[in-house]
């Protein structure tokens, strides 16, 4: 039989075990890896999502329109104002990511098949030059453009504020208010998945 200050001892580590639990979790539920990255100015690359996940957002949970702008690898402007009515898919990647390379050509299969629709795709990279988002873009048959936002916080901060990004790639919808409709965290394995997203933010009204 435990005496009174062994029970004693006993309550405190479990009152320790529950208090780290509590720090622990409470951190997770408010910290955003990439977002607080974004903020800071910080380029650390790829930070390992805890698996492949999808996400909706209804209409009524959606908030405001992501208000964006900058320069695409080929120097020309590119804005949310430029898509006012389509349905935007946005992809976050850098050259140097695996998964980044692994899911372009999936990417490309999903924006080849709205062609003809009100559907555009933008990527944004987030730590290369001009130069290497374009010879990724050459050699892996990426015909859409991508934001370069490595020097440009303004970018970055704009859609870490809209919406959850916790890993690199990471692809959103955009309905055609402006608005997060859709997320995908990790590498996108199947084209389907993607036009299935932006399918249903075209039918919606």
Do not use: H
Not at 28 to 36: F, T, V
Not at 147 to 154: E, K, V
């Amino acid at each position: 039989m435990r005496g009174p200050r062994s029970a004693k001892g006993a309550w405190r580590a479990a009152s320790a075990i529950l208090a780290i639990g509590l720090a622990v979790g409470l951190s997770a539920c408010s910290n955003d890896p990439l977002a607080e990255q974004y903020r800071a100015g910080d380029n650390k690359g790829f930070i390992a999502a805890n698996g492949f996940q999808v996400k909706e957002i209804a209409a009524a949970d959606r908030g405001e329109p992501v208000v964006f702008q900058g320069a695409t690898e080929t120097g020309a402007t590119a804005a949310s104002s430029d898509y006012v009515g389509d349905v935007l898919v946005v992809n976050f990647w850098y050259a140097a990511c695996g998964p980044c390379r692994a899911e372009a050509p999936q990417l490309e299969k999903a924006y080849a098949s709205f062609a003809g629709k009100p559907v555009s795709f933008l990527g944004v990279n987030t730590s290369d030059a001009p130069e290497t988002a374009a010879a990724f873009a050459s050699d892996y048959g990426i015909t859409y453009p991508s934001l370069i936002a490595a020097t440009d916080g303004a970018i970055k901060l704009a859609f870490a504020d809209a919406t959850s990004l916790n890993a690199t790639p990471t692809t959103l919808v955009i309905d055609k208010q402006g608005r997060v409709a859709a997320r995908v965290i990790g590498q996108l394995d199947d084209a389907s998945i993607l036009q299935t997203l932006v399918q249903d933010a075209l039918d919606a009204p």
